[in-house]
């Protein structure tokens, strides 16, 4: 199971870590944290010395009701960042966190190497034709409305059905397009209650049928802090128990906040599962 980053094959059998940058004011767990530009840089060759593949930037917080940013901003917050990591890390595979397919082709033109949308195109009409276009691999995630009104949009007849129907519609939308490599993201918190999240974990594995990489994104998120009644500064133990069971149910791919761990919940997995390597 591989996806092609500029020009470099990677092997995603293997789990991989996907390391999470906010540049935003705003976001639910970081935001606000990374502003200064040393201090972007420092937290950035932290993840990588802690074993990230990927570096995932994102300068639009789309938690639940977060506010609306419009496209200059969203560039004007996030390219001098691309610039700087890449200038600083040249190496570095950067995935970059938009729903803007204007966003997307500054962002690969200025180097970075995926395109992380939460909307799967749903939310700019030029997003997956520009994606073909860039040749990049694409990660595809499952939202319905949008990070304003998400939350009141958690009717499903069949959760995991549907958002496999829903996959699977996309994914002809985009082949036809000619995008060729592709990461699906269930969006964990994404249009989904606290239940719905535990039922869509719990039946993580199905997305195995679609033959194609699976990332999780349930990182310090509220599906662990409401549970256990604290906060998000105080989930990163829940994260790994989480991590834990997505990784025995078929993930390639964990981005989170806090690398370090997430490696070694890999390693732990591995050890217990050598399948899974």
């Keep these: 199971m591989t996806i092609n980053c500029k020009g470099q094959l990677l092997d995603l059998s293997t789990p991989k870590v996907m390391g999470i940058l906010n540049i935003t004011p705003d976001s639910f767990y970081d935001g606000g944290k990374h502003k200064i530009e040393k201090d972007i840089l420092k937290h950035v060759e932290k993840m990588l010395t802690e074993g990230a593949t990927f570096i995932d930037i994102g300068a639009y917080s789309s938690k639940p009701g977060a506010d609306f940013v419009n496209e200059a901003e969203e560039l004007k917050r996030i390219l001098p960042i691309v610039s700087s990591i890449l200038k600083e890390f040249p190496n570095t595979l950067l995935s970059i966190d938009t729903f803007r397919s204007e966003v ?133 133990n829940g994260t790994t128990a989480l991590n834990t069971i997505a990784l025995q149910k078929g993930a390639n791919i964990l981005r989170v906040h806090d690398v370090k761990e997430a490696m070694e919940t890999i390693m732990l997995v591995q050890s217990l599962n050598p399948k899974i390597n």
Aim: charged share 20%; net charge negative; proline share 3%.
């Design 104 to 236: 997307a082709r500054q962002c690969i033109d200025t180097g970075a190497a995926i395109i992380n949308d939460i909307s799967a195109g749903k939310l700019d009409d030029n997003m997956l034709e520009t994606v073909a276009k860039l040749g990049v691999p694409y990660v595809m995630m499952h939202m319905k409305g949008t990070p304003q009104t998400m939350q009141q949009h958690t009717n499903y007849n069949n959760l995991v059905k549907d958002i496999l129907f829903y996959f699977s519609e996309r994914l002809a939308v985009a082949r036809k397009l000619g995008i060729v490599d592709f990461i699906i993201d269930p969006g964990f918190g994404f249009a989904k209650t606290l239940e719905q999240n535990f039922e869509l974990l719990n039946q993580l594995e199905l997305f195995n049928m679609l033959e194609l990489p699976l990332l999780v994104g349930i990182s310090r998120k509220s599906m662990i802090y409401k549970t256990l009644q604290n906060s998000a500064n105080e989930a990163l």
